[in-house]
């Protein structure tokens, strides 16, 4: 099983700021892999897929790179409506697709 | 639009067996593969497994030995059974879309249940 690991598991930003959120993987995903948004009380959202792709309607603030073990999620200018925790997971190898313990971003 | 309503008991005593439900609507079941995932309070995302079109599933080894997954094609729904639950299977359950063409990518996602497994 992939094990996903999450750097920092809080960052504590001001709004307009850049927000860098790191995943690193136990063995190679390729691009395999993808970042959620999850929101109190509401059901993740798909943001990135495939390392670097954007979903659909997601705000191009947000961007996805890395390939192989490590891997980056940034926020260009950090908005109110982006606190959050944010995941990531992989589909390389599976079952099972596994996720990461996630990063929460709150204003500081 | 692609619209997915779960339902099923919340309230389960250890060894009963968990049942949820999920009906998906504005999307072929031809073009989808079909998971739930599951959330302890508080916790992270366990995806226990997935179905396809066809009937073909694959599970998550941790809980392969309790789990189906099996659709109904007719009515556009798919289920859930988790056998002899305990308290560690107490958890926010959410059936989840992913297209065949990004398999393992989940991109729509139920409202979610909170199963709660008390004695």
């Known amino acids: 099983e992939i094990v996903l690991t999450q750097s920092p598991a809080t960052l504590s930003l001001s709004l307009g700021e850049r927000a860098t959120l790191s995943c690193r993987a136990s063995?190679?995903?390729?691009?395999?892999l993808a970042w959620y948004q999850q929101k109190p009380g509401q059901a993740p959202r798909l943001l990135i897929y495939?390392?670097?792709n954007r979903d659909t309607g997601i705000p191009a603030r947000f961007s996805g790179s890395g390939s192989g073990k490590e891997f980056t999620l940034t926020i260009s200018s950090l908005e109110a409506e982006d606190i959050a925790v944010y995941y990531c997971?992989?589909?390389?190898?599976?079952?099972?697709?596994?996720f990461g313990p996630g990063t929460k971003v709150d204003i500081k | 639009q692609v619209q997915l309503q779960q339902w099923g008991a919340g309230l389960l005593k250890p060894s009963e067996t968990l049942s949820l439900t999920c009906a998906v609507y504005?999307?072929?079941?031809?073009?989808?593969?079909w998971s739930w995932i599951r959330q302890p309070p508080g916790k992270g995302l366990e995806w226990i497994g997935e179905?396809?079109?066809?009937?073909?599933?694959d599970y998550n080894p941790s809980l392969k030995s309790r789990v189906t997954i099996s659709l109904d094609t007719s009515k556009n729904q798919f289920s859930l059974k988790l056998n002899s639950v305990t308290a560690a299977d107490t958890a926010v359950y959410y059936c989840?879309?992913?297209?065949?063409?990004?398999?393992?990518?989940?991109?729509?996602w139920g409202q979610g249940t909170l199963v709660t497994v008390s004695s």
């Open positions: 989840v879309l992913s297209s065949n063409w990004r398999r393992g990518y989940f991109q729509h």
């Open positions: 504005g999307a072929s079941f031809n073009n989808y593969y």
């Open positions: 179905i396809n079109h066809s009937g073909s599933t």
């Open positions: 063995q190679s995903v390729s691009s395999y």
């Open positions: 495939d390392a670097s």
């Open positions: 997971q992989q589909r390389s190898n599976w079952p099972p697709f596994t």
